[in-house]
């Protein structure tokens, strides 16, 4: 005889799933599987089981039958019965004599660094649950049957509407519903953009093709990742006024940090900015825009997006990794008209990147005011931290200079000539984890911009900063 159940959640709060077989009858068999469910750790000290009457309905057999397995797994030690306390698993202080358990290893993990002043993090422990929660709760009481099923690859409407408006105030993007595409970051824009590697070679796809114009200094992945695609990369040089876009020629596209050039600092200039657009009407070109921390700005006057000088000719593209959080899946891109039909054939028939839910989610964040309150509160924060980097580093260190301070969430520490590696290093010993400024140099760039370290002030928690400070300035080269 063998029979199975499944029991419903409700009564024990899990489902357990007993084989009834074996000789001996009904009760012998149900005896049979509690002991083995209980020796084998499927029913766990403490565990709750169904009321005899339940589990003999779910059995289809006589009520005495549960009764009397659960009697005899009483007088036996294997459960505990108690009035108004029901039927429970035994604790028990050592291990069944009988029973075989593997051992359980904790999964290793790598021991993290003491103090995490590497850029691009923001602070883990301000994200805004309460509030996230609230807007999830409202959205998904809000959203209609048809948002639980295949998702639309352009996005969920409301929150393209929604960002629709927040640009356009926040960061005067110049935009509508049906030029903006959801994607998951920055790096799926990339791959949307410029097709995807593979095992065998470059990719065939993409919307846009090589050469691309980049800046001498970036973050290392993306070139990776642009390198997969089989897309070319051409180093612009930097100086004080950003990009040198007059050293652009016959490249198809140039991407570019116009707000807050990554990771040196600072804006790109007016008439860089105006040269930029110049040359990408001249040229048939299209300029991409990563406007990746544009709300944290502290020393200067908001700089409006690039792509509000021409929505033709600039692919704007945005996230809330750094205003929100990196571990919230969501970015979006804002299209010339020509790109969006192309980008959504690239991206697939449904939805497969973006969470449905966390886009209707962050479209009430944004809606209700939520969005605006966290930046605002979060850019004072920042300001403070940046502020305490620099009277330490004046108190302690007053011969390094800091530069790129106006905005973001990392500084830029010069340093003297020829010691950029071994204060990695001593960093690295102490415990600290920073970036030298030399890794995010382009293997093809003729000119370093110096010796420096790329310290974030986001991601330590605020107990935590100023000891972190401490040890960074601890460090640092002498005189």
């Not at 005495?64 to 604790?91: H, I, P």
């Not at 850029?119 to 883990?124: E, I, V």
């Not at 992945?221 to 040089?237: K, S, Y």
């Not at 200079?401 to 990392?410: K, M």
């Amino acid at each position: 005889m063998t029979e199975s159940w499944v029991n419903s959640a409700e009564r024990i709060g899990a489902d357990l799933h007993l084989e009834l077989s074996g000789p001996g009858g009904r009760r012998a068999a149900l005896t049979r599987a509690l002991r083995e469910a209980v020796r084998s750790g499927r029913l766990t000290p403490g565990t709750r089981l169904p009321p005899y009457r339940s589990l003999a309905a779910d059995l289809g057999v006589a009520r005495n039958t549960v009764a009397d397995a659960y009697a005899e797994l009483v007088a036996e030690g294997w459960l505990t019965a108690r009035q108004g306390s029901g039927t429970r698993v035994a604790e028990r202080s050592e291990p069944l004599r009988h029973a075989v358990r593997t051992p359980v290893k904790a999964p290793s993990r790598a021991r993290g660094p003491r103090h995490d002043l590497r850029q691009g993090t923001p602070d883990a422990s301000a994200f805004p649950r309460a509030a996230w929660a609230a807007s999830y709760r409202r959205a998904l009481q809000a959203a209609p049957n048809e948002a639980f099923g295949p998702g639309d690859p352009a996005g969920r409407r409301e929150l393209r509407e929604t960002l629709t408006e927040y640009l356009a105030r926040a960061r005067g993007v110049r935009t509508e519903p049906d030029r903006i595409v959801i994607c998951s970051g920055f790096a799926h824009a990339l791959r949307l953009l410029f097709g995807r590697g593979t095992p065998d070679g470059p990719a065939a796809g993409g919307v846009l093709r090589g050469p691309l114009g980049v800046e001498a200094y970036g973050l290392g992945f993306h070139r990776d990742l642009l390198a997969a695609a089989g897309v070319r990369t051409v180093p612009l040089p930097l100086d004080e006024h950003g990009a040198r876009v007059d050293a652009l020629g016959r490249e198809r596209a140039v991407l570019l940090t116009p707000a807050h050039q990554f990771p040196t600092g600072g804006p790109l200039h007016p008439e860089r900015r105006a040269a930029v657009i110049d040359w990408a009407r001249a040229r048939g070109a299209t300029v991409l825009e990563d406007d990746y921390d544009g709300e944290f700005r502290y020393d200067r006057r908001p700089v409006g997006a690039l792509q509000g000088l021409d929505p033709e000719r600039v692919i704007h593209l945005g996230s809330v990794s750094k205003s929100l959080s990196p571990a919230l899946r969501l970015g979006w891109m804002v299209l010339p008209q020509r790109y969006v039909e192309p980008v959504l054939a690239a991206k697939g028939e449904r939805e497969g990147w973006a969470s449905v839910l966390d886009q209707l989610a962050l479209a009430d964040f944004v809606a209700c005011g939520s969005y605006d309150r966290h930046v605002r509160r979060m850019r004072q924060r920042y300001r403070r931290r940046r502020d305490q980097l620099v009277a330490a580093l004046a108190a302690q260190a007053p011969h390094i200079e800091v530069t790129g301070i106006a905005a973001g969430l990392h500084a830029v520490l010069r340093l003297p000539p020829g010691t950029e590696r071994s204060t990695v290093k001593a960093a690295a010993w102490q415990g600290i984890a920073l970036d030298g400024l030399a890794g995010f140099r382009h293997p093809e760039t003729p000119t370093a911009a110096g010796d420096g370290l790329v310290v974030g002030y986001a991601a330590p928690a605020e107990h935590a900063y100023g000891a972190a400070l401490e040890a960074l300035c601890g460090v640092l080269p002498p005189e």
